[in-house]
């Protein structure tokens, strides 16, 4: 499953619309990173590069005139380097195979680059690149010292972010199927852990049961460190040790999601290591899947980014000072963002060929409103730390969240990860298939 080459086209036809005449754009895809001694990691190219032409390896630079004419400069062709790293496409395999209308072999580059800025009035770029930065001021500079001989560098240098940021914030059809087979992928992965779990495992040890799906299901990669976080571990929003032992009793927080193509998934399931939720994590995890279905129900068309995450916010709230974990008026609790002592992160975020995507999520200084083609999570919460004091013993340790990704569609909220257990009943069913 792949983007086809003429929908790259267009998108950098599109880009170059929306940037001033005499325009060339600028990209690169990134180098490889040394991960220890003469081991690197492996390479994953920059979002915004793959998006405008879908080319994988390390070191290419894609230059983008005008009217969309793209020449891509690649490593080149060299049996005995592909010997030992692999495959390249080199210059005729990426015209023929990514759909740009040039290639060139790197070893040209500085050539290539001083004849195609020659003459143009503006060069775009991602500002945050600071190596391509400096590598386009030389190249502006080694033109500046020519300017008697006929030359004319670049004016200026323009930010392309934020044009090519809202460009990938709507997702095309190609784009929305290949999220959503990622998406399928991993709630496979989720099943066969709430399927496989036992008490006396280690965390890593059930995320090794995430990981053989993936990739047996063809998802080479994660689009992000799994978190598998057994008990009080559920409270640390961003934990990734997952090496405790899981206890009978606890709850079992998976936030895991494979990429496909790049586009990521993520989908945040809890649990119990038994397969019964006892009374306390039984209230709590109802309460949190109420916020969700409440959010949810705000993701539409028309509605404001943040209005999803009010709704979570009012919810939890009501049902925290129902349950005795907050005491006081519901609306001055939110006013003084009381809930924050248990919720404390927003209800979701974009997602695309980043796990936190790109776009802005307000528009002159007000919460943008939700559109077709917008690719975001839904991820309400609860997180009473095991040393809380303040609460009633039964509560402490409790770490839960709910997270779904959802396509916004005209005809209402569409929900990616469809089919993965979450109401208790269904959770607790699935676990009795243990493997």
């Not at 230059?63 to 030992?84: M, N, S």
């Not at 040209?108 to 991602?126: F, I, K, S, W, Y």
């Not at 008990?231 to 606890?250: E, F, K, P, R, W």
């Not at 409440?294 to 009010?310: C, D, L, Q, T, W």
Request: charged share 25%.
């Amino acid at each position: 499953m792949s983007i086809r080459p003429q929908t790259y086209q267009e998108r950098r036809r599109r880009l170059m619309a929306s940037l001033p005449e005499n325009t060339v754009a600028v990209f690169r895809t990134g180098s490889l990173c040394t991960r220890n001694n003469d081991c690197d990691y492996e390479f994953r190219p920059d979002s915004s590069f793959f998006y405008l032409c879908g080319f994988g390896e390390p070191d290419a630079l894609l230059f983008i005139q005008a009217d969309g004419h793209a020449t891509l400069g690649v490593l080149p062709k060299d049996p005995e380097r592909e010997l030992w790293d692999g495959f390249r496409h080199g210059v005729e395999g990426a015209k023929a195979t990514f759909g740009v209308d040039e290639a060139f072999e790197l070893t040209e580059v500085d050539e290539r680059a001083l004849t195609l800025l020659d003459g143009v009035e503006n060069v775009a770029l991602l500002m945050h690149d600071k190596g391509l930065r400096e590598q386009l001021w030389q190249w502006r500079d080694q033109l500046y010292r020519q300017k008697r001989q006929g030359k004319l560098p670049p004016d200026n240098f323009l930010d392309a972010t934020d044009t090519l940021h809202e460009m990938r914030l709507i997702k095309d059809e190609e784009e929305i199927a290949i999220m959503e087979a990622a998406a399928q992928i991993s709630v496979k992965a989720h099943e066969q852990a709430m399927r496989s779990v036992r008490p006396g495992q280690k965390e890593y040890q059930l995320e090794a049961e995430l990981n053989y799906v993936f990739m047996q299901q063809g998802a080479r990669h994660l689009a992000y460190n799994n978190i598998v976080a057994t008990g009080a571990n559920a409270c640390v929003l961003h934990y990734i040790s997952n090496d405790a032992t899981i206890a009978d009793g606890d709850l079992i927080l998976i936030d895991a999601g494979c990429e496909l193509g790049c586009y990521a998934s993520d989908i945040t399931r809890t649990f119990p290591a038994n397969g019964k939720f006892s009374e306390p994590q039984a209230a709590l995890y109802q309460l949190v899947l109420d916020a969700q279905y409440a959010s949810i129900e705000k993701m539409r068309v028309g509605e404001p980014y943040e209005a999803f995450h009010n709704a979570a916010i009012e919810t939890l709230t009501a049902g925290l000072v129902r349950l005795g974990l907050l005491q006081g008026d519901v609306a001055e609790l939110i006013e003084n963002k009381a809930y924050r002592e248990f919720y404390m992160h927003n209800t979701g975020h974009w997602l695309g060929l980043d796990v936190h995507d790109c776009g802005r999520y307000k528009e002159n200084s007000q919460s943008r409103t939700l559109q077709p083609g917008m690719v975001l999570t839904v991820e309400p919460g609860l997180y009473v730390a095991a040393d809380n004091e303040r609460v009633d013993p039964k509560w402490r340790g409790i770490g839960i969240r709910i997270e779904d990704d959802i396509l916004i569609r005209e005809d209402g909220p569409y929900v990616l990860t469809h089919g993965l257990a979450k109401e208790i009943d269904d959770i607790e069913a699935l676990m009795s298939q243990h493997n």
